[in-house]
T-cell receptor
Framework: NAGVTQTPKFQVLKTGQSMTLQCAQD?????MSWYRQDPGMGLRLIHY???????DQGEVPNGYNVSRSTTEDFPLRLLSAAPSQTSVYFC???????????????FGPGTRLTVT | KNEVEQSPQNLTAQEGEFITINCSYS?????LHWLQQHPGGGIVSLFM???GKKKHGRLIATINIQEKHSSLHITASHPRDSAVYIC????????????????FGKGTKLSVKP
């Protein structure tokens, strides 16, 4: 199993550009989530999904969109990049079965995004 | 006030020392996670617990639900234990938490010197 994969590993965008961060898992996990990690702050939840076709907002959803058309994939779209979105982004998944965060979390390797 | 507080923020130890990292939380929870973030940035799950104590190798995690407190212990520390250790809680709606989302502490940066 590859676990949780994320692409790209690094990305530089100009203000106003859009892009999609890819996340995929091959463990048949129901629960998937996107976090951002900024210096001096804990990981913060952007969006999450409890299964294909179901998504919801987390703590910091503004400027980001998600969709979950399959169990495996959970892409994160930046609509119009801003310097405030410079961060490291992590995708995570878990078994789910009700409350996804009551199960071991598996994290992707992260995407380091810089917006100039 | 942060809902998940970790202490200390930074910790330097000599190889072989016994290490304790603390996590206190203010919300009702259904589970607590300890994570390790390597210097290269990757995050791995160490423990997920909702009561009592768990042990894996030289790592021990305990939780006291009544006191809303958890500790992560590392026995016989080694330079390869150098990492950021992160506590996260899964809120329990029955006790006023926000069920389904993880709330993270800011992490404890551990450096173990040879």
């Amino acid at each position: 199993n590859a676990g949780v994969t994320q692409t790209p590993k690094f990305q530089v965008l100009k203000t106003g550009q859009s892009m999609t961060l890819q996340c995929a898992q091959d463990m048949n996990h129901e629960y998937m989530s996107w976090y951002r990690q900024d210096p001096g702050m804990g990981l913060r939840l952007i969006h999450y999904s409890v299964g294909a076709g179901i998504t919801d907002q987390g703590e910091v959803p503004n400027g980001y969109n998600v969709s979950r058309s399959t169990t495996e994939d959970f892409p994160l779209r930046l609509l119009s990049a801003a310097p405030s979105q410079t961060s490291v982004y992590f995708c995570a998944s878990s078994y789910g079965g009700g409350v996804g965060t009551n199960y071991e979390q598996y994290f992707g390797p992260g995407t380091r995004l810089t917006v100039t | 006030k942060n809902e998940v507080e970790q202490s200390p923020q930074n910790l330097t130890a000599q190889e072989g020392e016994f290490i304790t990292i603390n996590c206190s939380y203010s919300v009702g929870i259904s589970a607590l996670h300890w994570l390790q973030q390597h210097p290269g940035g990757g995050i791995v799950s160490l423990f997920m617990l909702s009561s009592g104590k768990k042990k894996h190798g030289r790592l021990i995690a305990t939780i006291n639900i009544q006191e809303k407190h958890s500790s992560l212990h590392i026995t016989a520390s080694h330079p390869r234990d150098s990492a950021v250790y992160i506590c996260a809680v899964s809120g329990d709606m029955n006790y006023g938490g926000s069920q389904g989302n993880l709330i993270f502490g800011k992490g404890t940066k551990l450096s173990v010197k040879p």
